[in-house]
């Protein structure tokens, strides 16, 4: 059992006056502790410490070690100036004490017997570079050195302690101390996990290390829980605390035990551990019991992660795993009563998790926002163990919706056992539909890839094709730009407005902007922040537009008005921590409502103080806050206006070329036919592409035989006349000789009338008379009517409902001249 | 003219001519795709092409196929994905959405269509639908995490297109037309219309978001085309069991088209349709189709209908016509009331007291509320509770022609009611 690993991890506690300064190490058995220097305690009253953390290299990112260049021996640490831990711990916390000496960079290590006792330091990582002790630092830790003398000190006591301490009573009392604190560890970063989501300060302080990459679990971070100020329990002595423990296992033994026996069991563990149930949590009579308890619960999965490092072989395994994190944690709670055997697999359970989240870490040093999710697994799966079986891989690492049931309960903080078992199976669940994924069925047989020149131009061209840059809107860009990361960097809200006729690449542009500014986030050269799209086109309200936003932010899914009443609970209020909103509303002028309350919030929130939103409003008329706002709406959306002129020519022309990327697909000249025509149009973009987009289908389908396959300008005017010719010459002309016959009298009673509108009777008797001059027989009534809607259901005519028989009137739904014209050809 | 009533044995004919008929009348009446295409074989491979594309290389279109009614706009629809299922490749793939405008007529209803067609809805587990906007939500949602080359392509085909741009705000256009322009799952929408003014009935957004590709269907043959196509489709299939019969049959066929030119007046109005009426009377007797037939369907097909129902209405409802038809001349056409109908007949009556019984008022308005039943004459304003029957003002439906011509088909009808009705003043 004690083989497992071998990790050295120095704490260093800051005492008040009370205590010197001491280092502890725990190393023992191949297992890992954390290292701080105690600067300050203060024991009498509050028990906590100020600390100094030295780090070893197993905490160095495995990218970070090469920069040492050299090989480290497990005696040496590093002088930890990683900001963001917190050097606030429990004494409880504190194991024992070691010896660390500094040394020189350039000194080996002395030969010591006592390895387990004493360490080294040389160089201080700040993490992100090691660097040689300052003089000042490296005098300082002489001194403490000779201050302290050489008598280890443990310090065990904490609410987590109890725990352990039944277990050392079972084990060495140190390994035990050692499990503890590496339980503190884990405890600190599964806090600081749960802290991501929560609001308090201190707590999103851990949530950002961890982001930060630091590969270390928040081992150095405060616990939580044993802080002084948070609760009365925290002051209990850490004996106290066990008694306490104790009673509560009496009180919930059975079931306590149970629950962690199934967890190990999910891991492997002897079968014979019976199953466990949420209940038993509830039974837990006092809060604090129940606190304790989870803190231990948290603090196991440490012990395993000092197992771990010795299994890191198992990288294969993913995300998913955490969720038996919490299971394990559980486990550990169990130890008070299970015999030592139990202890063992959950160790080595533990140990795998452990792993797996030392993984995590370094999976979240690349990426920041992956982190969330996988918090939010372990947390989750902490509380709902009855559930977890059903958890897939999937949502874990996706829906970030997990949040939101798990956030009341987790805002509590404390962790009341009534409300865990409740909350739990909420979002495992079946039946709800928002954890449905829908999607298209995949298709059976792949695509085809483009087998010509023609082919592949047309992929190119189509509308949806993103290119890496939009050409021609380098300006519009950079003022979005621009306003935005302003914005950003002020932590303030604000509105824009940006107009333009369909077609002329809005939403592409805002969405460049969007992802530039999402790369510079993640290079940390801006502020992070969140980016929201609602379209008002798909929404089937105008007031949906509150849900949708509101289940951008926090996954809850609720009516409209009580989306809007908690999103302006959300904008008003101050959160400190709240990370920037870009919203886009496409669309704009579809949430007009006659009230305009819902562009009214819309422009109000970014108004207030907190609320760190940045709209990007998106229409295309350029008046619309001036046509349709009411002066209250329009003042709040402001004056930063950007309004995107339809293309020109040569812009078209160059979106074109761009896209085509030096293919000869197209001639020089024909794609200036092109650009000219839409932009003497339009100027829609879309209408470009999708001319040149049917252009290569014409030549394609024309130019079979010989292989000059490029697209003329013929194939741009034949593309041009089908889309754009209009329609009626050529129904006319296709039409049926008593249609025309009809069309004819029509024009005959018009001009008879000078009225450009007939009854059917009237024309009736000009068509008859039109027959005998043609020499045709002429139509029965019945006939004519039917004449008469056939015109009108293609639209050639107005008529009115046909009920009227006779007395129906008729009008033209094109110019007589080109009725004229479409029937003198023939 | 075409030879006729060939002496054969009655029974081998009856199964003969019961094939036939059966063949004729799956090929008209039933949407079937085994016939040929006429004349529109640019279309056929523009639209061909276009859902190749889709299903192949995922390409994401949008089209819109317009022509009149009787067109064959489903018809060409229909052939091209009968030629496509024909490839496995895209049998398998291919996922179809029918839409038509007259079932589907809000979004919310087309939302839940497209849903179930989609086979999406077990998604939703034991909720099956929610509201309008969870529905539209987790479509789009739903087509969102597609992408070109890996989800299945989809193919909307909306019938009554010009019925889907009633909708409000469009949204479900909207959002088809998004998709197809957005790099989503690959999609294709396929309009059907008879309206071709439908462009201008789009959004502008919806507009530009649509390909503007049309595919027109004019159905602009000549006669000659015509008599082609009637020849083909009246043709009886090499497979028919009677060769003998089938032979005889065709030739007939042949040989009758050349002569006919009957059809010259409407050849153009609708193909088949009326070859239906003409089929009837292909008997056990009278086996082979003459062109008298033709004619006679023909005249059958064309008879006004207002005028057929004239024919059976009594003498004083005659009367009553022939008195509104006066007073339609008098007052050009403005609305009369039935006093003044009345009045009129009285006038006709005291001239001609011999030859028509002079029936009371009541009788004569018992009479006036029969045509209004069958509404040859109709009231000028919604009929109020207020005014006087006697006094409402009305229109008559018929026009002065149909009278006339309806008077002279009248069986037995008094010489001096004719004469009264081709003049007022003759009893001056």
């Known amino acids: 059992m004690n083989t497992r690993q071998q990790s050295k991890r120095i704490y260093a506690w800051f005492g008040r006056p009370t205590s010197s300064d001491r280092k502890l190490r725990t190393l023992q058995y191949k297992q890992q502790g954390f290292f701080a220097k105690i600067l300050l ?11 100094q953390w030295f780090s070893h290299i197993t905490e160095v990112p495995q990218n970070k070690r090469k920069l040492l260049k050299r090989e480290i021996p497990r005696q040496e640490v590093f002088f930890d100036q990683v900001s963001g831990y917190d050097t606030d711990i429990a004494v409880e916390t504190i194991i024992k004490s070691v010896t660390v000496i500094p040394l020189h960079p350039g000194e080996t290590l002395p030969i010591v017997l006592n390895t387990e006792q004493t360490f080294y330091v040389k160089q201080s990582w700040d993490g992100k570079c090691f660097k040689p002790l300052s003089p000042d630092t490296f005098s300082k830790l002489k001194e403490a050195n000779k201050k302290r003398g050489d008598s280890p000190k443990f310090l065990p006591k904490s609410p987590l ?17 050692q499990s503890v604190t590496k339980n503190k560890d884990v405890e600190m970063e599964i806090e600081s996990k749960h802290s991501a989501s929560k609001s308090s300060v201190s707590k999103e302080r851990h949530s950002r290390r961890i982001a930060n990459g630091m590969k270390t679990p928040t081992a150095r971070k405060k616990l939580q829980l044993n802080s002084p100020t948070k609760s009365p329990q925290s002051k209990l002595s850490g004996q106290d605390v066990l008694e306490l423990l104790d009673d509560c296992g009496a009180a919930s033994e059975p079931s306590a035990t149970k629950r962690k026996v199934k967890f190990t069991g999910i891991l492997g563990s002897p079968p014979k551990m019976s199953c466990r149930n949420d209940e038993p949590k509830s039974k837990f009579g006092s809060a604090e019991c129940e606190q304790s308890l989870s803190d231990t619960i948290r603090l196991s999965p440490y012990i395993k992660a000092r197992d771990s490092s010795k ?66 697994a372990s947390y989750s799966s902490s509380e709902e163990e009855e559930n977890e079986v059903l958890y897939t891989p999937k949502r874990n690492s996706k829906s970030r919706r997990l949040f939101s049931t798990p956030k009341s309960s987790r805002k509590s903080s404390v962790h009341t056992p009534a409300k865990t078992p409740k909350k739990t199976p909420l979002p495992t669940t079946p039946k709800t539909p928002r954890n449905a994924t829908p999607e298209i069925p995949k298709r059976s047989h792949v695509a085809q890839k483009p087998a010509n020149i023609l082919e592949e131009a047309r992929l190119r061209l189509h509308v949806s094709a993103v290119p890496e840059s939009l050409p021609c809107r380098e300006e519009e860009f950079q003022d979005i730009y621009n306003f935005v990361e302003s914005k950003l960097i002020d932590g303030t809200g604000g ?36 980016f929201i799209e609602i379209n008002g086109m798909k929404l089937t309200d105008p007031h949906q537009a509150y849900v949708q936003i509101l289940e951008f932010l926090t996954g809850q899914k609720v009516t409209a008005t009580h989306a809007a009443t908690l999103l302006s609970k959300l904008f008003c209020t101050p959160g400190p921590k709240r990370k920037t909103t870009v919203l886009m509303v496409d669309e704009l002028d579809l949430l007009w409502t006659r009230k305009q309350n819902v562009m009214y919030n819309l422009f109000d929130w970014p108004t207030q103080k907190h609320s760190k939103l940045i709209i990007l409003a998106i229409a295309n008329t350029m008046d619309l806050p001036e046509r349709i706002m009411m002066n209250r709406v329009a003042s709040r959306l402001g004056l930063t206006r950007m309004s995107f002129q339809p293309y020109t020519y040569k812009q078209l022309q160059q979106i074109i070329s761009s896209r085509l990327s030096n293919m000869k697909a197209f001639e020089e000249d024909a794609i200036q036919l092109v650009s000219r025509k839409v932009a003497a149009l339009s ?3 879309r209408r470009c592409l999708d001319i040149c987009r049917r252009a290569t289908e014409i030549c394609e389908f024309a130019s079979q035989k010989n292989t000059s396959r490029v697209v003329r300008m013929a194939h741009i005017t034949e593309a041009i006349d089908e889309m754009f010719s209009s329609p009626y010459i050529n129904a006319i002309r296709s039409a049926s000789l008593h249609e025309q016959v009809f069309l004819k009298a029509i024009l005959a009673e018009f001009r008879r009338a000078g009225v450009e509108e007939a009854t059917l009777q009237q024309v009736y008797h000009q068509h008859v008379a039109l027959c005998r001059i043609e020499g045709m027989q002429s139509p029965t009534v019945s006939e004519i009517m039917a004449v008469c809607s056939r015109l009108g259901a293609c639209r050639l005519l107005l008529v009115e409902s046909s009920n009227k028989y006779l007395h129906m009137r008729v009008r033209l739904n094109i110019s007589q001249d080109d009725v004229m014209y479409a029937l003198k050809d023939e | 003219m075409s030879k006729r009533k060939l002496k054969e044995t009655s029974s081998a004919n009856g199964e003969c001519i019961s094939q036939v008929q059966r063949i004729l009348r799956e090929r008209f009446c039933h949407h079937c795709t085994t016939g040929k295409l006429f004349g529109i074989d640019q279309q056929y491979k523009h639209l061909l092409e276009l859902l190749k594309r889709t299903t192949l290389h995922g390409e994401s279109n949008s089209a819109l196929i317009i022509g009149p009614r009787g067109s064959g706009k489903t018809t060409l629809l229909n052939h091209v994905l009968k030629e496509l299922m024909e490839i496995k490749q895209i049998r398998e793939n291919l996922l179809k959405v029918h839409l038509n405008g007259l079932l589907q007529t809000n979004d919310k209803v087309a939302l839940k269509e497209i849903t179930r067609q989609l086979h999406l809805e077990n998604v939703v587990g034991d909720k099956v639908f929610g509201s309008f906007a969870e529905n539209l939500v987790f479509l789009l949602e739903a087509l969102r995490k597609g992408d070109r080359t890996s989800s299945c392509p989809v193919l909307f085909v909306l019938d009554e297109f010009d019925l889907f741009v009633h909708h409000k705000n469009q949204t479900l256009l909207y959002n088809l037309f998004d998709i197809s322009q957005s790099a989503q799952t690959p999609v294709t929408v396929i309009g059907l219309t008879c309206r071709q003014d439908v462009l201008e009935l789009l959004e502008k957004r919806v507009k530009s978001r649509f390909s503007h590709r049309q595919i027109y269907l004019m159905n602009s043959f000549d006669f000659k085309q015509y008599i082609k196509i009637f020849k083909e489709q009246l043709s009886l299939p090499a497979e028919f069991p009677d060769e003998a019969f089938a032979q005889k049959w065709n030739n007939n066929i042949q040989v009758f088209k050349v002569l006919n030119t009957f059809s010259r007046k409407t050849f153009k109005a609708l193909r088949a349709y009326k070859l239906m009426l003409a089929l009837r009377n292909v008997t056990v007797h009278h086996p082979l189709v003459a062109v008298a037939d033709l004619l006679e369907a023909s005249k059958q097909r064309s008879v006004d209908s207002q005028a057929n129902i004239v024919h059976g209405l009594s003498v004083l409802e005659t009367c009553l016509i022939i008195a509104m038809k006066h007073l339609n001349d008098v007052y050009e056409g403005e609305p009369f009331n039935f006093q003044m109908v009345y009045n009129e007949f009285q006038k006709f009556i005291q001239r001609k007291a011999h030859c028509m019984y002079n029936f009371e ?20 304003e919604r009929p109020t509770v207020r005014a006087q029957k006697e006094y409402l003002l009305m229109k008559l439906l018929l026009d002065n022609n149909q009278i006339m011509d309806a008077l002279q088909a009248y069986p037995n009808c008094p010489t001096d009611v004719k004469q009264w009705a081709t003049s007022s003043l003759s009893w001056l």
């Open chain 1, 41 to 51: 305690t203060n024991c009498a009253q509050q028990k906590h410490a100020i600390v």
């Open chain 2, 361 to 380: 008022k009541p009788v004569v308005m018992k009479a006036f509320e029969h045509l209004l039943q069958l509404e040859l004459v109709k009231p000028v």
């Open chain 1, 495 to 530: 509105c824009m407005y940006i107009s333009g006729v369909p077609g002329t690449g809005k939403t592409a542009t805002v969405h460049e902007v969007i992802r530039c500014l999402q790369q510079a986030a993640e290079n940390d050269e801006l502020p992070s922040f969140q």
């Open chain 1, 683 to 685: 100027g829609d973009a």
């Open chain 1, 161 to 177: 302690y109890p725990l352990d301490v039944i277990c050392a009573l079972e084990e060495e009392t140190e390994r035990v101390v």
């Open chain 1, 311 to 376: 299994e890191e072989k198992n990288l294969h395994m993913k995300e998913d795993s955490i969720c038996l994190i919490g299971h394990q944690k559980v486990g550990s709670v169990s130890p008070v009563l299970t015999p030592r055997s139990h202890r063992k697999c959950a160790l080595r359970t533990s140990a795998r998790i452990a792993e797996q989240i030392s993984l995590l870490n370094i999976l979240e040093a690349e990426k920041e926002e992956d982190f969330l999710p996988s918090s939010d």
